[in-house]
């Protein structure tokens, strides 16, 4: 016997009751309002449904409940709802706990000696050519962000001799805001003094005066760093190039953190400071800003070089987007 459940269900309940009210009162007299009483008629039957059928749902959870703590959860295990995160594409390269090779190559690749404590970062700061108010300030909010780091004017200089001229002064990255229309909608992360060098898009910037109940005030002391959901290996890699913007200490102490949070390729950043109640028993969250999102176009080997330079990594939405699954950091 065929078993129906669900909407069309309930449409064919709700269609037999319409049906069956005009039939008994097209014998009596005319409907009052023709067809709004009849779509009033279907709303109230519906509502009336849906109030049946939650309350149905909420006696099947109570009662799951109630075996769940006597008889355990391997019987009744607490279902997880599906998410794109959990059903991801199965990936090769993603990172698995004790990886030998990987751990060889980050032992070995061009960011680890910042990892053996054997280099501290100086961060070097600038825009694109002719770069408007808005760019110039996020520079500025990055100063903020980052400790020893130094903003400077590009004044016409090429990229290239900027890249000299840094690894000249022991500068150990560089980060380029590219702007269009007057608003920031790139980043370059080239790390020095052989890279490799990282293509960002950034979108939904905010500086921090556009952040309401934001913390505008000074910051001392360095930041705790936290990144979250970077598990392939290209992700590996951008995680270890934003790490080497910030001083690393095994003892660290304070109350800045800076966030770099990957969801589905996008990289959300936050700046925020632990702000204490006045019992000294619960803490809150302040954030500082700025806020922005980032998303890797392209990874290239050594540094930057846009005509002759090895592409590790390019981003092309057509032919590498194949499924809303699929993610690659």
Same mark, same amino acid.
């Given at each position: 016997?065929?078993?129906?459940?669900?909407w069309?269900?309930i449409?064919?309940v709700?269609n037999?009751f319409i049906?069956l009210?005009?039939?008994v009162?097209s014998?009596?007299?005319?409907?009052?309002?023709?067809?709004?009483f009849v779509?009033?008629?279907?709303?109230?039957?519906?509502?009336?449904?849906r109030?049946i059928k939650?309350?149905e749902k909420?006696?099947?959870?109570?009662e799951r409940?109630?075996?769940r703590?006597t008889?355990g959860e391997?019987?009744f295990?607490v279902?997880q709802p599906?998410t794109?995160?959990n059903?991801?594409e199965?990936?090769?390269t993603?990172?698995?706990p004790n990886d030998?090779?990987?751990?060889?190559?980050?032992?070995?690749d061009e960011?680890?000696p910042?990892?053996h404590?054997k280099?501290?970062p100086?961060?070097?700061l600038?825009?694109?050519?002719?770069?408007?108010?808005?760019?110039?300030k996020?520079?500025?909010e990055?100063?903020?962000c980052?400790?020893?780091?130094?903003?400077?004017?590009?004044?016409g200089?090429s990229l290239?001799?900027?890249?000299?001229l840094a690894?000249?002064?022991?500068?150990?990255?560089?980060?380029v805001?590219?702007?269009d229309?007057?608003?920031?909608n790139g980043l370059?992360l080239?790390?020095l003094? %052989?890279?490799?060098t #990282?293509?960002?898009?950034?979108?939904n910037?905010k500086? !921090?005066?556009?952040i309401k109940?934001?913390? *505008? @005030?000074?910051v001392f002391?360095?930041?705790?760093l936290?990144l979250?959901?970077?598990s392939t290996?290209?992700?590996?890699?951008?995680?270890?190039?934003l790490?080497?913007?910030?001083?690393?200490d095994?003892?660290?102490?304070?109350r800045r953190v800076v966030?770099?949070?990957?969801?589905?390729?996008?990289?959300?950043?936050?700046?925020?400071?632990?702000?204490f109640?006045k %019992?000294g028993?619960k #803490?809150?969250?302040k954030e500082?800003g700025?806020r922005? !999102?980032?998303?890797l176009k392209?990874?290239? *080997? @050594?540094?930057f070089?846009?005509?002759?330079?090895q592409?590790?990594w390019?981003?092309k939405?057509?032919?590498?987007?194949t499924?809303r699954?699929?993610?690659f950091l």
């Open positions: 016997m065929l078993k129906l459940s669900g069309p269900v449409s064919f709700l037999c049906f009210e005009i039939v009162m014998g009596k007299e005319k409907p009052v309002g023709g067809l709004k779509r009033a008629m279907r709303r109230e039957k519906a509502k009336e449904l109030t939650s309350k909420k006696k099947r959870v109570a409940r109630k075996l703590a008889l391997d019987i295990p279902q599906k794109l995160e059903t991801r199965y990936d090769e993603i990172v698995l030998d090779e990987e751990v060889y190559e980050e032992n070995t960011i680890a910042y990892f404590m280099t501290k100086k961060v070097l600038t825009t694109s050519p002719k770069a408007k108010v808005v760019s110039w996020l520079c500025y990055f100063h903020r980052i400790p020893n780091s130094h903003v400077i004017g590009r004044k200089i290239k001799r900027l890249i000299s690894n000249s002064k022991n500068y150990t990255d560089i980060v805001v590219h702007e229309r007057r608003s920031p370059v080239c790390h003094p %052989d890279g490799p #990282a293509y960002f898009k950034m979108q910037v500086l !921090t005066q556009d109940n934001c913390g *505008k @005030g000074a002391g360095n930041p705790e936290v979250n959901n970077f290996r290209l992700g590996h890699t951008v995680a270890r190039m790490a080497c913007l910030f001083p690393q095994p003892h660290f102490r304070g966030t770099f949070h990957n969801q589905r390729d996008y990289i959300f950043f936050r700046h925020h400071w632990y702000e109640k %019992d028993t #803490a809150a969250l500082l700025p922005f !999102t980032l998303r392209a990874l290239q *080997k @050594g540094t070089n846009p005509k002759f330079g592409f590790e390019i981003l939405r057509h032919e590498m987007e499924s699954r699929r993610f």
